[in-house]
């Protein structure tokens, strides 16, 4: 059994494969190009890839929408577009440069350590977002290296990826949606400011590689590198944003800026940072984008998983109980971006309330610096690709679809409040139970943290938590809080330190310098207070003579207070609200209540003398008024409440106020009090029956009806989300399957121009021998016309004298052998007929194809040339004389020898064309070296006449004459030499 080592050594073997791997990853570290595309993205890609140069040094990726049922052919269709290497992707493909990897059907495509991984879907069919999938893995795997182009498309997906991509440090690029052929993804990017480069698909190749060749020349080892700028150019850039937008930058880490200001650079193809701060003090607009790219807002809803499943069953109980005294749980979201983290709380705490039916109060404050971002998050709409984290059955609880995307329902929506804030500079939100403040501190230095982390404990209450991002910590200032939750990143605050306040480091905002503020030499003259003596006058006798009284709207809310209402009214405790009934003290809130429905009824003035109003420890008589407002310019609904002093004069010892003294405080006061608090809670009986009833009704009626809608929602839902992903997927097999018939429709125009100019007789047929399609030449042979398609060949009649047609045909469809044979036709006509099996791409016999050549000249020469080669051996049979052709380089080799040779010299023709040496051999000793030498100078001398002795089959020798002709190479056949042997029959 093998041991485990603790700190075991790797191996060699193991050591050298982790080199190899480090290589092949080093070797291809180049940027990656994510292409995102839907419905319209071929004719879009198709164009990108037209304006490529093959050697950019880049990889791009393809990922488009996809039938996960039919093959794709968009490998095949991007390769008459690009001189690089297009291939479908296959699992753990290695990342090369100038080669374009596409999407197989139903797979989802990530990207790790440069090496392409293929999974099978996670979500069904409909809901799939495999380009969002794919630019998340991009951006975590390439860093700055990484770039997203989305292209035509409907829906918003891409949307989320490009965000990733942009924070990551990558650059984005959106088609114009003008070019687009559906606009829908390349706004949407657009709309959420994630796209770098908004262009035309031909202008995106160009600028690509422009903003690449910046890069490499400002990363870490060239001439240029930005690896470390000069301090106070990096000072520059922190006052100038300062300077703009209020915000320093200088607490966040070197490499974060740095990484931001380099995309910058590039962006905008400048040489050096220092011609970039140049430019920066000349342009307040680049400053902006500058300072968007510092804020890194990466956010979605429920992100990490895992931590807002923790946050469901763990923390939100753990709060219900901490606050169960006070019924309000107070929570801040610092850094919340577009609001999606907020929210995403919102609703697990909604969730939470109803599932246990709680009543507390939740209260959400999300908080960021970029206004924009605060801004966006108050609509609570977001386009469809950043609701990937929802489920359905929260996105049809908790949204409503709107024309631009879908919206948070006003329950959740009035849950959260966004306020702009400077969590390093201005001061924090108190008294909370539950901050989250993630992925904030990753991207600042040591000793900025040290001073926020103290100020989330000042700003949470005993005992409340504080949740941070996975990659953050406390640091050393465990004394400030203990672990709620370590693997999760939630801690639970310590006890108060001795005072309750940010530590000693915490440094107040700055105050900006106003234009129209005071030199500092004139602050002691402005600070001097001048007596205001008509407003001294004018507030005595409004405390003295006129009687207190108040303005309220239409929603009970006071709007001025005139006099000392104190008398009457008391400001309630917890959120500030001025309703004036719930400011009322005993015994004033039921006439008022009654007085003010009775005005707002009638429209007119409304008197209730004598009541009795408890102030402190006395009862206080007064006559109350409730009025409209005459003034035309005020709000038609507003109302004057006036607290008068009894008009009728009483008895001496009745016009005082009864003081409630320890001898008289009993019967009379408190059967008063007694009675005030009976009618009160009378009529809020009252009240409440009439209510509780009538809501009763109402609630049945609308749970009904929207459990009914509920349902019904969730289906067309559900539908519409498929079937807008099926028309996505449709879309693009068309656009496919379009430009493959085009392809095929040119291929077919191809073939029969090429028929018709060769003039071959052709017929296709299928299995069953029926008529598929025919060339115009073989209406000579068949007499067909158009109507005939689809009619079986035996049918037909022909012009042509061969009888087994059919059967020759059906017997090359069954062995799938070729046959030919020269046919001959009624007119005279010879034909060179050819059957052969009909094959497709796959190697299926689908048929049979029958070729007729015309030979007609072919077979007149060919009988032309019978008669005369019969003619001449007729001649030379009898003739003494032996006719041959040879070549003599650089031996003599008889290629053609005269059948005479066997009359004349015994021996027969093949045995002087098989043995070279044959025909030498049998010369005469005396003869042999002229007659090589005469052939040798042959080609010089073009002929010759030369008498030889040649020894016959008889044994004995017969003098010859040889008379030779030199044949010069033409048309590209070789030399011979021809000539004839005459037998000399006189000399001896």
Same mark, same amino acid.
């Given at each position: 059994?093998?041991?485990?080592?603790?700190?075991?050594?790797?191996?060699?073997?193991?050591?050298?494969?982790?080199?190899?791997?480090?290589?092949?990853?080093?070797?291809?570290?180049?940027?990656?190009?994510?292409?995102?595309?839907?419905?319209?993205?071929?004719?879009?890609?198709?164009?990108?890839?037209?304006?490529?140069?093959?050697?950019?040094?880049?990889?791009?990726?393809?990922?488009?929408?996809?039938?996960?049922?039919?093959?794709?052919?968009?490998?095949?269709?991007?390769?008459?577009?690009?001189?690089?290497?297009?291939?479908?992707?296959?699992?753990?493909?290695?990342?090369?440069?100038?080669?374009?990897?596409?999407?197989?059907?139903?797979?989802?495509?990530?990207?790790?350590?440069?090496?392409?991984?293929?999974?099978? *879907?996670?979500?069904?069919?409909?809901?799939?977002?495999?380009?969002?999938?794919?630019?998340?893995?991009?951006?975590?795997?390439?860093?700055?290296?990484?770039?997203?182009?989305?292209?035509?498309?409907?829906?918003?997906?891409?949307?989320?990826?490009?965000?990733?991509?942009?924070?990551?440090?990558?650059?984005?690029?959106? =088609?114009?949606?003008?070019?687009?052929?559906?606009?829908?993804?390349?706004?949407?990017?657009?709309?959420?400011?994630?796209?770098?480069?908004?262009?035309?698909?031909?202008?995106?190749?160009?600028?690509?590689?422009?903003?690449?060749?910046?890069?490499?020349?400002?990363?870490?080892?060239?001439?240029?590198?930005?690896?470390? *700028?000069?301090?106070?150019?990096?000072?520059?850039?922190?006052?100038?944003?300062?300077?703009?937008?209020?915000?320093?930058?200088?607490?966040?880490?070197?490499?974060?800026?740095?990484?931001?200001?380099?995309?910058?650079?590039?962006?905008?193809?400048?040489?050096?940072?220092?011609?970039?701060?140049?430019?920066?003090?000349?342009?307040?607009?680049?400053?902006?984008?500058?300072?968007?790219?510092?804020?890194?807002?990466?956010?979605?809803?429920?992100?990490?998983?895992?931590?807002?499943?923790?946050?469901?069953?763990?923390?939100?109980?753990?709060?219900?109980?901490?606050?169960?005294?006070?019924?309000?749980?107070?929570?801040?979201?610092?850094?919340?971006?577009?609001?999606?983290?907020?929210?995403?709380?919102?609703?697990?705490?909604?969730?939470?309330?109803?599932?246990?039916?709680?009543?507390?109060?939740?209260?959400?404050?999300?908080?960021?610096?970029? =206004?924009?971002?605060?801004?966006?998050?108050?609509?609570?709409?977001?386009?469809?690709?950043?609701?990937?984290?929802?489920? *359905?059955?929260?996105?049809?609880?908790?949204?409503?679809?709107?024309?631009?995307?879908?919206?948070?329902?006003?329950?959740?929506?009035?849950?959260?409040?966004?306020?702009?804030?400077?969590?390093?500079?201005?001061?924090?939100?108190?008294?909370?139970?539950?901050?989250?403040?993630?992925?904030?501190?990753?991207?600042?230095?040591?000793?900025?943290?040290?001073?926020?982390?103290?100020?989330?404990?000042?700003?949470?209450?005993?005992?409340?938590?504080?949740?941070?991002?996975?990659?953050?910590?406390?640091?050393?200032?465990?004394?400030?809080?203990?672990?709620?939750?370590?693997?999760?990143?939630?801690?639970?605050?310590?006890?108060?330190?001795?005072?309750?306040?940010?530590?000693?480091?915490?440094?107040?905002?700055?105050?900006?310098?106003?234009?129209?503020?005071?030199?500092?030499?004139? =602050?002691?003259?402005?600070?001097?207070?001048?007596?205001?003596?008509?407003?001294?006058?004018?507030?005595?006798?409004?405390?003295?003579?006129?009687?207190?009284?108040?303005?309220?709207?239409?929603?009970?809310?006071?709007?001025?207070?005139?006099?000392?209402?104190?008398?009457?009214?008391?400001?309630?405790?917890?959120?500030?609200?001025?309703?004036?009934?719930?400011?009322?003290?005993?015994?004033?809130?039921?006439?008022?209540?009654?007085?003010?429905?009775?005005?707002?009824?009638?429209?007119?003035?409304?008197?209730?003398?004598?009541?009795?109003?408890?102030?402190?420890?006395?009862?206080?008589?007064?006559?109350?008024?409730?009025?409209?407002?005459?003034?035309?310019?005020?709000?038609?609904?507003?109302?004057?409440?006036?607290?008068?002093?009894?008009?009728?004069?009483?008895?001496?010892?009745?016009?005082?106020?009864?003081?409630?003294?320890?001898?008289?405080?009993?019967?009379?006061?408190?059967?008063?009090?007694?009675?005030?608090?009976?009618?009160?809670?009378?009529?809020?009986?009252?009240?409440?029956?009439?209510?509780?009833?009538?809501?009763?009704?109402?609630?049945?009626?609308?749970?009904?009806?929207?459990?009914?809608? =509920?349902?019904?929602?969730?289906?067309?839902?559900?539908?519409?989300?498929?079937?807008?992903?099926?028309?996505?997927?449709?879309?693009?097999?068309?656009?496919?399957?379009?430009?493959?018939?085009?392809?095929?429709?040119?291929?077919?125009?191809?073939?029969?121009?090429?028929?018709?100019?060769?003039?071959?007789?052709?017929?296709?047929?299928?299995?069953?021998?029926?008529?598929?399609?025919?060339?115009?030449?073989?209406?000579?042979?068949?007499?067909?016309?158009?109507?005939?398609?689809?009619?079986?060949?035996?049918?037909?009649?022909?012009?042509?004298?061969?009888?087994?047609?059919?059967?020759?045909?059906?017997?090359?469809?069954?062995?799938?052998?070729?046959?030919?044979?020269?046919?001959?036709?009624?007119?005279?006509?010879?034909?060179?007929?050819?059957?052969? *099996?009909?094959?497709?791409?796959?190697?299926?016999?689908?048929?049979?194809?029958?070729?007729?050549?015309?030979?007609?000249?072919?077979?007149?020469?060919?009988?032309?040339?019978?008669?005369?080669?019969?003619?001449?051996?007729?001649?030379?049979?009898?003739?003494?004389?032996?006719?041959?052709?040879?070549?003599?380089?650089?031996?003599?080799?008889?290629?053609?020898?005269?059948?005479?040779?066997?009359?004349?010299?015994?021996?027969?023709?093949?045995?002087?064309?098989?043995?070279?040496?044959?025909?030498?051999?049998?010369?005469?000793?005396?003869?042999?070296?002229?007659?090589?030498?005469?052939?040798?100078?042959?080609?010089?001398?073009?002929?010759?006449?030369?008498?030889?002795?040649?020894?016959?089959?008889?044994?004995?020798?017969?003098?010859?004459?040889?008379?030779?002709?030199?044949?010069?190479?033409?048309?590209?056949?070789?030399?011979?030499?021809?000539?004839?042997?005459?037998?000399?029959?006189?000399?001896?």
């Amino acid at each position: 059994m093998k041991k485990t080592i603790p700190k075991k050594t790797p191996s060699k073997k193991a050591q050298s494969q982790k080199q190899k791997t480090t290589a092949a990853v080093k070797q291809n570290d180049c940027f990656v190009a994510g292409i995102g595309a839907s419905a319209g993205g071929l004719e879009a890609m198709k164009v990108f890839f037209d304006h490529l140069p093959a050697n950019s040094g880049m990889a791009f990726v393809v990922v488009q929408h996809l039938d996960p049922t039919h093959k794709s052919l968009l490998t095949e269709l991007l390769t008459g577009h690009t001189k690089m290497k297009v291939t479908e992707v296959t699992d753990g493909d290695l990342i090369e440069p100038n080669t374009v990897y596409v999407i197989p059907p139903n797979k989802d495509l990530r990207i790790f350590n440069s090496r392409l991984q293929l999974t099978s *879907p996670a979500k069904k069919r409909g809901v799939r977002r495999p380009i969002d999938l794919f630019f998340t893995s991009l951006a975590s795997d390439q860093g700055h290296k990484s770039i997203g182009i989305i292209l035509s498309g409907t829906g918003s997906e891409g949307t989320a990826g490009l965000r990733e991509v942009k924070a990551a440090g990558g650059v984005t690029f959106a =088609q114009d949606p003008v070019t687009a052929q559906f606009a829908g993804m390349p706004k949407s990017a657009i709309d959420a400011k994630t796209a770098d480069y908004i262009l035309a698909p031909e202008k995106m190749p160009a600028q690509i590689i422009k903003y690449i060749k910046k890069q490499k020349n400002l990363l870490p080892g060239t001439k240029t590198d930005m690896a470390v *700028p000069p301090d106070n150019l990096l000072n520059k850039i922190y006052l100038l944003i300062r300077n703009q937008t209020g915000c320093d930058f200088s607490g966040y880490k070197t490499n974060t800026i740095v990484r931001r200001v380099t995309k910058r650079i590039a962006l905008n193809q400048h040489n050096s940072i220092e011609e970039y701060v140049n430019f920066l003090e000349k342009n307040p607009g680049e400053v902006n984008k500058l300072f968007k790219d510092f804020l890194i807002g990466v956010t979605s809803f429920f992100r990490d998983k895992v931590v807002f499943e923790n946050i469901e069953k763990k923390t939100i109980p753990y709060l219900f109980q901490l606050c169960k005294h006070k019924q309000q749980i107070r929570i801040w979201v610092c850094g919340c971006s577009t609001g999606e983290e907020a929210y995403s709380l919102a609703i697990l705490f909604r969730e939470a309330l109803l599932r246990n039916k709680e009543y507390n109060k939740i209260m959400i404050f999300a908080s960021d610096v970029d =206004q924009d971002a605060i801004e966006f998050a108050r609509s609570g709409t977001y386009t469809e690709s950043s609701l990937a984290g929802i489920s *359905p059955e929260r996105l049809a609880r908790f949204f409503t679809r709107k024309e631009n995307g879908f919206q948070l329902n006003k329950e959740i929506r009035e849950m959260v409040v966004f306020a702009h804030h400077n969590v390093i500079k201005d001061p924090p939100f108190s008294k909370m139970d539950l901050i989250t403040c993630r992925n904030l501190l990753i991207y600042i230095n040591s000793d900025l943290q040290k001073k926020l982390i103290p100020v989330f404990h000042y700003s949470l209450n005993t005992d409340g938590i504080l949740i941070l991002g996975t990659s953050e910590s406390i640091g050393d200032q465990g004394d400030l809080f203990t672990d709620f939750d370590a693997k999760n990143k939630m801690f639970k605050k310590a006890k108060d330190i001795v005072v309750r306040k940010p530590m000693a480091g915490y440094e107040l905002p700055y105050a900006k310098t106003r234009s129209g503020a005071f030199p500092p030499a004139a =602050q002691n003259l402005v600070n001097v207070k001048k007596i205001n003596v008509s407003g001294v006058i004018e507030k005595y006798l409004m405390d003295h003579y006129v009687p207190p009284s108040v303005t309220i709207d239409k929603n009970n809310e006071v709007l001025y207070f005139s006099g000392n209402t104190s008398q009457f009214l008391d400001l309630p405790g917890g959120e500030a609200r001025l309703d004036v009934l719930k400011m009322a003290k005993k015994g004033l809130k039921i006439p008022l209540e009654e007085a003010i429905k009775k005005v707002r009824s009638d429209n007119k003035e409304w008197n209730i003398n004598e009541v009795e109003v408890k102030v402190n420890d006395y009862f206080k008589t007064i006559n109350l008024v409730v009025k409209p407002l005459p003034s035309k310019e005020a709000d038609q609904e507003m109302l004057m409440v006036v607290f008068e002093p009894p008009v009728k004069t009483q008895k001496k010892t009745n016009h005082k106020t009864r003081q409630l003294t320890k001898n008289n405080a009993g019967t009379g006061d408190l059967e008063k009090e007694l009675k005030i608090t009976q009618e009160y809670l009378q009529s809020a009986i009252n009240d409440l029956d009439a209510s509780r009833e009538e809501l009763q009704i109402t609630t049945e009626e609308y749970q009904s009806s929207n459990e009914e809608l =509920q349902s019904t929602n969730e289906e067309l839902e559900t539908s519409r989300e498929e079937l807008q992903s099926v028309n996505e997927e449709l879309i693009t097999v068309n656009n496919e399957l379009q430009d493959k018939i085009e392809q095929l429709s040119q291929s077919n125009d191809d073939l029969n121009n090429l028929l018709r100019s060769i003039e071959v007789a052709t017929i296709f047929l299928d299995r069953d021998l029926k008529i598929k399609r025919f060339t115009p030449s073989a209406s000579k042979i068949f007499n067909l016309i158009p109507s005939d398609i689809d009619r079986p060949l035996a049918h037909l009649t022909n012009n042509l004298l061969y009888k087994t047609l059919s059967e020759d045909v059906k017997e090359s469809l069954k062995t799938l052998a070729v046959k030919s044979a020269d046919v001959y036709s009624t007119d005279g006509t010879w034909y060179q007929m050819r059957i052969i *099996p009909y094959r497709t791409v796959e190697n299926i016999i689908e048929g049979v194809l029958v070729t007729f050549i015309e030979i007609t000249e072919e077979k007149k020469v060919e009988e032309k040339l019978k008669k005369t080669n019969e003619h001449l051996n007729l001649i030379m049979e009898y003739l003494p004389a032996v006719p041959f052709t040879c070549i003599a380089d650089p031996v003599i080799q008889f290629s053609f020898v005269g059948s005479s040779c066997e009359k004349v010299t015994g021996f027969l023709p093949e045995q002087f064309t098989a043995n070279s040496n044959f025909w030498l051999s049998r010369i005469h000793p005396e003869d042999v070296k002229k007659m090589k030498e005469a052939f040798a100078s042959v080609t010089k001398k073009q002929s010759l006449e030369m008498k030889f002795r040649w020894k016959c089959a008889d044994g004995n020798y017969k003098q010859f004459i040889n008379f030779v002709r030199y044949a010069i190479a033409e048309n590209g056949t070789k030399a011979y030499i021809v000539g004839v042997w005459q037998e000399v029959i006189n000399e001896k």
